[in-house]
């Protein structure tokens, strides 16, 4: 893995944030987790540093990326995850998070 920082906010409620955790947990990567429903402080840390309300988000070296197939792909290079693996990993996820997406902190999904 290359020396960065990382950390992954997320929504319990959200499924696309499922699909990157799922992904994650497949995969043996283990980052440092915020629950912006469970945490103000990082809910707010989010927003601000962010700039969006919206998760899943991981933020790299400070700076927030979004949307979980992009999360997925910067997480499968970084961690060397095979296209097999990785394929498989997300094959298994929920069909209505096929094409990738994120939600909204005080509202529904957005696709």
Do not use: W
């Not at 893995?1 to 955790?21: D, G, I, R, S």
């Not at 809910?43 to 790299?60: A, H, M, T």
């Not at 970084?78 to 096929?98: G, L």
Request: a negative charge; glycine letters at 6%; aromatic letters at 8%.
């Amino acid at each position: 893995m290359a020396n960065q920082n990382l950390e992954l906010f997320y929504k319990p409620t959200c499924p696309y944030c499922h699909k990157v955790l799922s992904f994650m947990e497949a995969n043996n990567i283990e980052l440092p987790l915020h629950d912006i429903m469970a945490d103000d402080a990082a809910r707010e840390r989010l927003i601000e540093v962010g700039g969006k309300r919206q998760v899943p988000c991981l933020f790299i070296d400070g700076k927030a990326m979004y949307e979980s197939d992009d999360i997925i792909k910067f997480l499968t290079k970084t961690y060397s995850v095979s296209a097999a693996s990785a394929e498989q990993s997300t094959n298994t996820q929920h069909s209505d998070t096929s094409a990738g997406g994120s939600c909204t902190i005080g509202g529904s999904c957005s696709f």
